[in-house]
């Protein structure tokens, strides 16, 4: 059985940047990949971009370039998001999902994390 | 980018009663490569069908789901109580993801 266990509530100022983590545990990072997911409140999910774990490729949706990072560290089976120049229309539930490769569905997925963003 | 339209936006049944949601795609694409998750209030999405037909593991047989092309459906043949949320489809393609905007299926 796959978890995906997120870091903690956020708030932040606009203009700040945030950074939140996804670990991964009851299987290594292997080949899938983990995306990053968001929902503002009363919204619909949005993609944001993904990560392959093993290779380190990256993926981000046209939205976000340039304002969002994903890593990951192998040794801790770890996916990061960061997101910079934040605004308060980025205050969302932000969500890891795992896929077993780059063409697949999300099988598993984090609790969410939320993240406020007010001045 | 293949963008997803869901409609409706709001499906209002009774308990017992078969729910039909639609998902249309701006180009078409091979059934393989959609999803559809439910969501309940406060939780993450949990999927219950992938390549347009295939029930997720542990998904009750009332869920099901049909289409092709540009044109997708999931039907819940008799509604349950728990199965009043929202629901999403997806379309999974080369490293990339894209949700339609969701169905919420309400107690009429």
């Known amino acids: 059985q796959v978890h995906l266990v997120q870091s903690g509530a956020e708030v932040k100022k606009p203009g700040s940047s945030v950074k939140v983590s996804c670990k991964a545990s009851g299987a290594t990072f292997s080949s899938y990949a983990i995306s990053w997911v968001r929902q503002a409140p009363g919204q619909g999910l949005e993609w944001m971009g993904g990560?392959?774990?093993?290779?380190?490729?990256?993926n981000y949706a046209q939205m976000f370039q340039g304002r969002v990072t994903i890593t990951a560290d192998k040794s801790t089976n770890t996916a990061y998001m960061e997101l910079s120049s934040l605004r308060s229309e980025d205050t969302a539930v932000y969500y890891c999902?795992?896929?077993?490769?780059?063409?697949?569905?999300?099988?598993?997925w984090g609790q969410g994390i939320l993240v406020t963003v007010s001045s | 980018e293949i963008v997803l339209t869901q409609s409706p936006g709001t499906l209002s049944l009774s308990p017992g009663e078969r729910a039909t949601l639609s998902c249309r795609a701006s180009q078409s694409f091979s059934s393989s490569y959609l999803a559809w998750y439910q969501q309940k209030p406060g939780q993450a999405p949990r999927l219950l069908i992938y390549g347009a037909s295939s029930r997720a593991t542990g998904i009750p047989d009332r869920f099901s789901g049909s289409g092709s092309g540009t044109d997708f459906t999931l039907t819940i043949s008799r509604l349950e109580p728990e199965d009043f949320v929202v629901y999403y489809c997806?379309?999974?393609?080369?490293?990339?993801?894209?949700f339609g905007q969701g169905t919420k299926v309400e107690i009429k």
């Open positions: 997806q379309h999974y393609g080369s490293f990339m993801w894209t």
């Open positions: 990560i392959i774990p093993l290779f380190g490729s990256v």
């Open positions: 999902a795992r896929s077993l490769g780059v063409i697949s569905y999300f099988d598993y």
